[in-house]
């Protein structure tokens, strides 16, 4: 509900990680690894907990070996390998250089080979015309040099660490070659058993001489074999002991410094992983001998909580490292078939109930304890239950099969010994499909039987919720007792990821197993690398108006300090004014009979805090509700409106209940002229309720900004005169078919007007955003509108994107990006268009939250927060990337985690205001200071938040269209800037 006003924290939706194709396709070169992360050889197969479906609607399970092999999963991609960059296969021989091959001087106990910097010539000059914006949009090559990746500006801050450790590889290992084999397996097996029969294999055991890595598609060694192509007898003992031909086919032979090499560490460290009794969960490793569990009264053993560790082994500005982070899996200890019965036991009939499960489970996530698999619920078959039949066929000989009926109830407990509760067993069945990448064999049965994945079926009984539920975040108590159990601090971090890194070397030979890492001259240093170039940036001030006036009846500006461990300025809130008020006139407070007392609470300190704040209102117009059903808040919307047209609406609800709020919302933004409102609860209001005044001063401040007020301002930046910031997002929904698209953008040189649009996209789950050509024009025509030609930069917070995916978003959206330029910029100015212009630059940054980097400060009493305002551009740093780190927050339990901010495409030129000359690109500092200071500028929360305000409005913009409005309602299906009022409408932050 709004009337909190508090932080409005970005709801991750996670770093893409997904692993990419196998590396059969490489040249002689080693280029067959796939780009960034999707290098990882092979992947895991999708071990179902039932076994493979046969062709129905919901493929049922046909039986699997009794003896089956644990599931496994695949090896992580290794992440960010070095690599040419994409731009350089796209740039025109006018425009882009050959890249320069790095010296082959040793950086860190790796030559710079592995660490080649992708450079490209300057575009452009300082006017292009029309046709220069076509050309720009055909080669997307960004002016950015390697050197400008780095500045040295700011406090340098001492004793800083991160929570990478080095990589040592022997100097044999710099002038090997490393072979690759593409392996191959007839009669055809899953990827986990193909693995099985490969380790065991004496034959290959003794042709590699024991030193080669295997993830179940590749097969990598230091030793070449004696031919190109050989084969291999192995006998499945589980298969009546049929005889498989194993073949080994060379595909590539890998210099040092190739990508491969990376990626081979990274199979090496898994492998280690999963020989040290650590459980394979997706794609991390949890220690299930460390399971906490949250106790309390608000928890009653409600979840468990998985300690384990999340890795990769990437090349740095340091040299090559191994990042370590603590991470955890939460697993509720209720099932699926509990959801049911609680849904069952609260509907009203039949047809309510299978609407609430499906509403409950469909797109949630389980876990199956059996094998420890993760699933994702697609549907739920109601005409199936645990006690239905299935056929299957089993091999009983070599070349003998026979066919068989059997129910879902006996197979598990034949296979997996689960039985099922018999009050459980009329339940009906979860159509579910693997988590993890799905082997091609499996692929294409699902394509035959008109699927696009393989899924089995599940009894509910054996589906383990994880995650939480929207009740128990909303649960402080609940929340408390979990990030106990959850939030380490920085001392804690640093010591179990150093304990983990010591015992990659010593848990081989204290348990008499072998060194896989010794065999391939590897050697991790337990020591958190320093990263030395931290600097701490110039705290931005930020200014309200005083409550004095001068004689003259001018406005004073107002500084907000913010102290040194609280980056935050709420205290001084209520002695200032705001920076720019909007009058509050023509509006109506809405409220229910027995809601008539806190009603007039809130409006009597309404009154007092605008007063205090300096926002000019008028009397509003008090409704009641006959009732607090949502068409009763409608009914009484429209009598208001026919007594006129109000500009704004309070409306004070009995509790939070989503329908009614979305009722309302969706009534009134959806009006010509839309109409702004803000949602507050009863109980807030009450007898009994506290720190009332302090809930109606964020009221009131929210209801300034949703009318297009400023409620503070950063102080300017003159380099960043002609600047426009733009932040985007997308919103998915498991259970919707579309995603939703969000841009919101500055009008202004002080970043305190916007324009905010929201747009549908006709495919769901996909980050790539669509469409957003005629949003940005919207936004560049409304810029104009109030300076009379174009910006000179835009600067785009892209949200929301895994590093797989940078090369593919800088060249689809950045495209957008000039086509919508192009079309404000004619030879011939007109209505529509703004005559020609000089050079727009577009800087484009990928903003990520959700990252393994981790900062800390070491102290006499060991390891503590870094102070916000830290920046880190080198040392653990992508040598390929142009990139930083910011922290910008602080926290009073656990550990602060930073934001990454990656450029991934600069045509902007900066213009010094003072000596008017024009220079190519931004430098570093100015983007790293200009970031930090918009994360100043969001106005649910005074103080900073965790990405640059822009970026978070478009978040809360895409949420609001998608969960408020609904993406799949044809009558939302763009709300843009059709009409004047519309548009006006949108220069304000109607969604907070």
């Not at 420890?372 to 039949?389: G, L, R």
């Not at 159509?431 to 394509?447: D, I, Y």
């Not at 964020?698 to 009318?707: E, G, M, R, S």
Request: aromatic share 8%; with cysteine.
């Amino acid at each position: 509900m709004e009337n909190s006003g508090g932080r409005g924290r970005a709801r991750g939706r996670g770093v893409a990680r997904g692993r990419g194709r196998g590396a059969g396709r490489g040249d002689g070169a080693g280029r067959g690894v796939g780009r960034g992360r999707a290098a990882a050889a092979a992947a895991a197969p999708a071990a179902a907990p039932a076994p493979a479906a046969a062709p129905a609607p919901a493929a049922a399970p046909a039986p699997a070996p009794a003896a089956a092999p644990p599931a496994q999963a695949a090896p992580q991609a290794a992440a960010p390998a070095p690599q040419r960059a994409p731009v350089q296969q796209q740039a025109p021989p006018a425009q882009a250089a050959a890249p320069t091959p790095a010296a082959a001087a040793s950086v860190g106990g790796v030559t710079a080979q592995m660490q080649q910097a992708s450079l490209s010539a300057p575009t452009g000059s300082s006017d292009i015309d029309v046709r220069g914006y076509e050309q720009l949009a055909e080669s997307l090559v960004p002016t950015y040099f390697q050197s400008q990746k780095r500045s040295g500006t700011g406090r340098a801050v001492e004793h800083v660490y991160a929570n990478a450790f080095p990589v040592h590889l022997g100097q044999q290992l710099q002038t090997a070659i490393f072979y690759q084999y593409h392996v191959n397996c007839v009669p055809e097996r899953g990827p986990k058993v193909v693995r099985a029969m490969v380790m065991r294999c004496e034959g290959i055991q003794q042709a590699f001489g024991g030193r080669f890595a295997f993830d179940g598609g590749q097969a990598y060694s230091l030793t070449r074999l004696p031919e190109d192509s050989m084969d291999f007898q192995v006998i499945d003992e589980k298969q009546d002991n049929e005889t498989i031909t194993i073949t080994m086919r060379k595909v590539a032979e890998n210099p040092f410094g190739s990508p491969i090499l990376l990626q081979l560490f990274n199979i090496l460290l898994r492998s280690f992983m999963k020989n040290s009794n650590l459980t394979a969960i997706g794609r991390n490793y949890y220690d299930k001998a460390q399971i906490r569990r949250p106790t309390g009264p608000a928890v009653r053993d409600a979840l468990e909580v998985f300690p384990g560790y999340e890795t990769s082994i990437r090349s740095c500005d340091a040299g090559v490292l191994l990042i370590v982070d603590n991470i955890h899996k939460i697993v509720r200890t209720d099932t699926a078939a509990t959801m049911m019965g609680r849904c069952l036991k609260e509907a009203r009939g039949q047809e309510q109930a299978v609407e609430a499960m499906r509403a409950t489970l469909i797109g949630e996530t389980i876990l199956t304890r059996h094998n420890n698999k993760m699933y994702k619920i697609v549907d739920i078959v109601f005409d199936k239950t645990a006690n239905s039949t299935f056929e299957g066929r089993r091999k009983v000989s070599r070349n003998e099969y026979e066919d068989f009926t059997t129910s879902f109830k006996d197979y598990f407990e034949k296979y997996y010994d689960e039985s099922i509760p018999n009050d459980q067993l009329n339940l009906p069945l979860l159509e579910v499909e693997s988590k993890e990448k799905v082997p091609q064999f499996r692929r294409e049965a699902a394509a035959e039987a008109g699927g696009a994945r393989p899924t089995v079926l599940l009894p509910p009984a054996l589906a383990t919720m994880t995650g939480l539920t929207d009740q128990q975040r909303a649960n402080f108590q609940f929340m408390k007792a979990v990030s106990e159990q959850t939030a380490m601090t920085p001392q804690q971090r640093a010591v179990t990821t150093t304990n983990f890194v010591k015992s990659i070397h010593e848990y081989p030979v204290a348990n008499e197993k072998r060194d896989r890492f010794q065999d391939f001259q590897v050697r991790f240093q337990p020591d958190l690398v320093q990263v030395k170039a931290a600097r701490m940036l110039e705290r931005h001030k930020m200014y309200m108006f005083k409550k004095a006036r001068t004689s003259d009846g001018k406005q004073i500006p107002d500084h907000l300090p913010m102290a040194d461990n609280s980056p935050d300025f709420s205290r001084r809130i209520k002695d200032c004014h705001v920076w720019r008020a909007e009058k509050l006139e023509k509006w109506f407070l809405i409220h229910t009979d027995k809601n008539a007392k806190a009603a007039e609470t809130f409006y009597v300190g309404t009154k007092q805090i605008l007063t205090g704040l300096g926002i000019p209102f008028t009397e509003p117009l008090i409704l009641r509700t006959q009732g607090d059903r949502p068409d009763h808040f409608v009914a009484t919307i429209n009598d208001g409106l026919k007594r006129g047209q109000p500009k704004f609406v309070v409306i004070m609800l009995p509790n939070n209940a989503a329908t009614r709020y979305c009722t309302i919302k969706r009534f009134l933004l959806l009006r010509n002229p839309p109409i702004g409102s803000q949602c507050i609860l009863a109980n807030k209001y009450g007898p009994g309720s506290k720190n009332t005044m302090g809930i109606i001063t964020k009221v009131c401040l929210q209801i300034n900004a949703k009318l297009a007020g400023a409620l503070w301002a950063p102080e300017p930046m003159d380099m960043f005169q002609d600047y426009m910031t733009v932040g985007l997002d997308v919103w998915h929904k498991k259970s919707s078919q579309n995603s939703v698209g969000a841009l919101v953008s500055t009008l202004t040189t002080a970043q305190d007007r916007f324009y905010s649009e929201s747009f549908r996209m006709n495919y769901q789950g996909q980050e790539t955003i669509t469409g957003m050509h005629v949003p940005l024009t919207n936004a560049l025509k409304a810029f104009c509108r109030g300076h009379n030609r174009m910006p000179a930069n835009i600067i785009f917070y892209r949200d929301g994107v895994g590093k797989g995916q940078l090369s593919h978003i800088r060249n689809l959206e950045v495209e957008q990006v000039y086509n919508a330029v192009k079309e404000l910029t004619t030879p011939e100015p007109t209505e529509q268009t703004f005559g020609a212009q000089q050079h727009v630059g577009v800087m484009y940054i990928v903003v990520q939250k959700r990252i393994m980097t981790r900062f800390y400060r070491r102290s006499q009493t060991g390891y503590d927060n870094v102070p916000y305002g830290l920046v880190v551009d080198s040392d653990i740093t992508d040598p390929e990337m142009y990139e930083f780190y910011l922290c910008n927050q602080t926290a009073r339990v656990g550990t602060v985690c930073p934001t990454r901010y990656i450029i991934v495409y600069d045509t902007t030129q900066l213009r010094n205001p003072r000596t008017n000359i024009l220079a190519k690109g931004t430098p570093p500092d100015l983007v790293q200071r200009w970031t930090y200071m918009l994360t100043h500028t969001y106005y649910n929360w005074p103080g900073c938040i965790t990405v640059p305000a822009p970026c978070l409005y478009a978040h809360k913009l895409a949420y609001y269209q998608g969960e408020v409005l609904g993406p799949d309602n044809p009558q939302v299906n763009y709300i843009g800037a059709a009409t004047p009022e519309r548009r006006a409408f949108n220069q304000t932050l109607y969604y907070l």
